[in-house]
């Protein structure tokens, strides 16, 4: 961009350098100013963003900006120099020159030879071999860390980074027989198009979630909280920050947002809630709507899910590879009949649930779901399980693809 002569004229205009790759991308290069984010949040303003990234859903580039909207990176310029999205960007001008005279988008966008010919002075080979020829030997910083030999990795236990995840906790080497899902608790219910980053933000962590908490106790201070998607290595900042979206609305908590359940009659964080459960021995599922985990396929989705305790998740349909990823946690995935939706079966979210047919399970097939009301009475929901191939069904049956690559590695 300094070869091409462009940077001068984007500093200009407020488009200075702040990060790479993902950092803007999902909310990373920093906060508002603290007057803007009290006017939106105080006055429950729906401030919009356009971005040139490959995601558009609330709160994507900052938590305080719920409307986002993709463009080409041209276009999210000639939008700023706007400063205004209640504009027709092809007929309205983005405003007026020196003279007083209108500028239109026509007057500012270059001709594929302009771009053409910049692009040929100022990229060269040479850039790249500077930058990557001896890219495995560091910076400073890299250079300076100390590393001790081994096969294996140490697991220092005070990194609040990377910690020792708990999948193969009590795995033994022949899978446990199958059981059906047993007088489970319901976790959340959520209507439609939950996306992987609701499910599990890459994002900032506040200083009074669940997982700013665990940091706070383990003396990392606030400026240094960094993201969930930084600490996805550590499985106790991550379990803690699934369903911990801060836009997230889950409906036993109605007119709510943000990571929060209803456990006997109390609202809890999800988290807390959750591990209550898990202590107590009872499983969990998760009712949702249409489209449930679309967006980016986050493996931490599934992951974070499963930790959680939650065996079963039931929606109206999934996003494709969010429903494989659920399947490789060993969470079942299942979907209502065409027209049927927790909504219509007078789900609230005080039932307790049981799923029948799982020790026999096989793909595709119709499964009875069972709830339990608070007043006692039941209903019998048939639903399809979406665990649909053979290949999937062996990772059902081993707990998990980890479970199932770990023992056939040990067996070969």
């Known amino acids: 961009l300094e070869k091409a002569g462009v940077q001068d004229d984007l500093d200009a205009l407020g488009f200075t350098l ?206 240094d909280f960094n993201s969930y998607g930084a600490r996805r290595g550590n499985h106790q900042v991550m379990m803690r920050g699934t369903f911990a979206n801060i836009r997230i609305k889950n409906q036993m908590v109605p007119g709510v947002e943000g990571g929060v359940t209803m456990k006997d009659g109390e609202r809890k964080w999800i988290y807390d809630a959750c591990m209550e459960y898990k202590e107590a021995g009872v499983p969990l599922v998760v009712f949702a709507g249409k489209e449930y985990g679309t967006g980016s396929s986050r493996d931490w989705a599934a992951k974070g899910t499963n930790l959680l305790g939650v065996r079963a998740v039931i929606a109206q349909s999934f996003e494709r590879i969010h429903r494989s990823n659920l399947v490789g946690m060993g969470v079942i995935p299942l979907t209502f009949k065409d027209g049927e939706s927790w909504q219509s079966h007078g789900i609230t979210g005080k039932e307790r649930v049981t799923i029948l047919g799982i020790a026999d399970i096989k793909p595709r097939q119709m499964m009875d779901v069972e709830v339990t009301y608070e007043d006692g009475t039941t209903k019998t929901i048939e639903c399809l399980c979406r665990v649909d191939t053979l290949d999937e069904l062996e990772y059902i049956k081993a707990g998990g693809i980890l479970h199932y690559v770990l023992r056939n590695l040990v067996t070969s």
């Open 18 to 223: 702040a990060g790479y790759g993902c950092t803007t991308c999902i909310g990373n290069s920093g906060p508002l100013d603290p007057a803007i984010s009290a006017a939106i949040n105080d006055n429950d303003l729906i401030a919009c963003s356009v971005l040139s990234g490959n995601r558009n859903f609330e709160g994507r580039v900052n938590p305080d900006v719920r409307a986002n909207y993709l463009a080409s990176p041209p276009l999210v310029v000639a939008y700023a120099i706007a400063g205004n999205l209640n504009v027709n960007i092809t007929e309205d001008s983005l405003g007026n020159d020196q003279d007083g005279n209108p500028v239109y988008l026509k007057d500012l966008w270059p001709t594929t030879a302009e771009i053409t010919d910049l692009i040929r002075s100022s990229i060269n080979e040479e850039m790249f071999r500077e930058r990557y020829g001896d890219v495995f030997k560091g910076d400073e910083h890299w250079q300076a860390i100390k590393v001790e030999g081994g096969m294996t990795y140490g697991w220092p236990a005070a990194s609040t980074y990377v910690q020792n995840p708990p999948y193969f906790e009590g795995m033994t080497m022949e899978p446990k027989p199958l059981q059906d899902i047993n007088n489970a608790a319901v976790m959340g219910l959520f209507l439609d198009s939950i996306t992987t980053d609701h499910i599990s933000p890459a994002g900032n962590i506040k200083a009074d979630s669940p997982a700013g908490t665990y940091l706070a106790e383990h003396q990392v201070a606030q400026k």
